[in-house]
């Protein structure tokens, strides 16, 4: 019995969740009841989204029969079910009739569903052979005039995008169809970009910022991810700039992309857990890890060696949370201003990250360039790769003046920050910390930091005495200095971690001595 082979194609990948994947399967079935003398072939040959007009299918479904029938797969007497002819391709009318004779020679019919037409050897032979050719032709002229009207279209967006008018196009969450901001996106926007420039990651600043606007609701934090590399959010599209309102500061976007190329050396990602990648162990340079003890005050201890005990490290020392966040809370202001003073640039600096970011980007744009003027010899493509080299020889010019300024650091703009607005957001703070290498390593009863102790600079050492009885407090020696610390409010810390086992979870695996999240594959040193 002879077999029958499907061919589905469709030349859009987004008709792929559409009626034309269906529709076509729906028509298989009808022709194999039909047609009970065929037997469904255990091949079966498909190019989703593939185009018919460019030749894309030659090179994968269509292709593959091709290579079936030469190969003998597919034999003498079967058929191949197509929804229609310009399914099998709309190439021009000679090289498309090549593709079909193909087929036909080795005695397979075509038979095409939405007309029951078989076209075989005996079609060459009748007036069928002339309705062939009429649809190979029909197909061919509705494709490349399609094509013509959407380059047309796009060359005339192009234009008057580079000529500063507004254009039609598909755009991302912050803009309406006509290309205008919408304002109540705006704010959350930015808060992203300064979130990750600060140091929080795609999936945090996802959690924080999902549920702001019933747009937002269906993204992820791949979502993220994109906005934050999409020159879209500086007013680009493709590479004609100011096409539309930007988002964000160029300032602030190339500060992240520069936070994007550098994320890989982090030591560990932000928490909700304020301390967590702040305290380190002295003995093996692990982190510590935070603790919950059910009758007994929180404490940290060395991550390591709550993995391997004695033969992991030999820090023993369990340090109360509330000693160490006492610590954190005198000592952690530089740190901050070393986290700020690095964010809030001069004019001068933010003026050359702007120029070195406008650079970068004109400079893969006279990459593209310079491959398709390889390709096609188009006067039109030689103009643009013309004005790209002028401008970006402008551009590093003004690059020059700038580099060669002197660099005047006000500081005291890095003092305008909230301690409250700060302590409120102990993720952002976190994230600060670790990026200006703010640290408490313990070594037993030892603490070392090299911050400052409110008004004096550091090296710090703390000792740790334990708890004082009579004092009932916990004991503490600052520089020889003796200090006593109150114990913790059993009621807040229970507040605390109930916080804390609310805040979004993360999975972490060990695996080759490293602890790894499975969400982001960072390497983390807590546990």
């Not at 994947?21 to 091949?43: C, D, F, K």
């Not at 009748?126 to 061919?140: G, P, T």
């Not at 598909?170 to 600060?198: C, H, M, Q, R």
């Not at 960072?522 to 546990?527: F, G, I, S």
Request: charged share 25%; net charge neutral; hydrophobic share 35%.
């Amino acid at each position: 019995m002879p077999n029958a082979i499907p061919y589905v194609r469709f030349s859009s990948a987004k008709q792929q969740h559409g009626s034309s994947l269906v529709r076509q399967n729906e028509a298989i079935g009808q022709w194999l009841l039909a047609n009970p003398g065929y037997t469904l072939s255990g091949l079966r040959f498909e190019d989703l989204g593939k185009s018919g007009y460019s030749g894309q299918h030659l090179e994968n479904g269509f292709g593959k029969l091709l290579a079936a029938i030469e190969a003998g797969a597919i034999k003498a007497g079967d058929v191949v079910l197509v929804e229609a002819i310009d399914r099998t391709g709309r190439l021009e009318p000679l090289e498309m009739l090549t593709q079909l004779t193909k087929i036909v020679r080795a005695n397979v019919s075509v038979v095409t569903l939405d007309d029951g037409a078989v076209y075989d050897r005996a079609s060459a032979n009748n007036d069928r052979l002339f309705l062939l050719v009429a649809k190979v032709q029909q197909a061919h002229q509705y494709s490349d005039a399609l094509s013509r009207r959407i380059r047309a279209s796009y060359k005339d967006r192009r234009t008057k995008a580079a000529a500063g008018e507004r254009v039609k196009r598909s755009t991302p969450v912050w803009l309406d169809k006509e290309g205008n901001l919408i304002p109540e996106l705006v704010p959350i926007i930015v808060s992203a970009f300064e979130d990750y420039a600060a140091g929080l990651g795609e999936r945090r600043i996802y959690l924080r910022i999902k549920d702001k606007h019933p747009a937002l609701a269906k993204m992820n934090p791949s979502t993220v991810k994109r906005w934050l590399t999409n020159t879209t959010a500086i007013g680009y599209w493709g590479d004609i700039p100011d096409a539309h309102p930007p988002v964000v500061s160029k300032e602030l976007f190339y500060r992240v992309q520069r936070a994007i190329g550098n994320r890989g050396r982090k030591k560990a990602a932000p928490t909700q857990h304020l301390l967590t990648g702040l305290v380190r162990c002295g003995a093996c340079g692990t982190n510590f890890i935070y603790k919950a003890l059910s009758h007994s005050p929180h404490v940290m201890a060395c991550g390591k060696r709550a993995r391997l005990g004695n033969s992991g490290c030999t820090n023993r020392t369990n340090w109360p949370v509330s000693v160490l966040e006492y610590i954190r809370s005198t000592t952690y202001a530089s740190a901050v201003q070393r986290a700020l003073a690095h964010s809030q640039t001069t004019a001068d600096d933010k003026r050359r990250i702007e120029l070195e970011g406008d650079i970068e980007a004109i400079g893969r744009t006279i990459t593209r360039l310079v491959t398709l003027l390889a390709q096609h010899e188009i006067p039109e493509v030689q103009q643009q790769l013309d004005a790209a080299v002028e401008r970006r020889r402008v551009l590093e010019t003004q690059l020059a003046a700038v580099v060669s300024t002197p660099a005047q650091i006000d500081f005291d703009s890095t003092m305008d920050w909230s301690e409250d607005q700060l302590d409120d957001d102990p993720m952002k703070l976190n994230a600060m910390l670790q990026s200006a290498d703010y640290a408490l390593v313990c070594d037993g009863r030892t603490l070392t930091t090299a911050d400052s102790f409110y008004e004096r600079p550091g090296p710090h050492v703390f000792e740790y005495l334990g708890h004082d009885r009579k004092q009932n407090a916990y004991s503490l020696k600052h520089n020889g200095e003796q200090l006593y610390l109150a114990l913790p409010d059993p009621e807040r810390e229970a507040e605390e971690l109930a916080a804390l086992e609310k805040a979004p979870t993360r999975t972490i695996t060990y695996r080759n001595g490293q602890l790894i999240d499975d969400a982001t594959g960072e390497n983390v040193e807590e546990l």
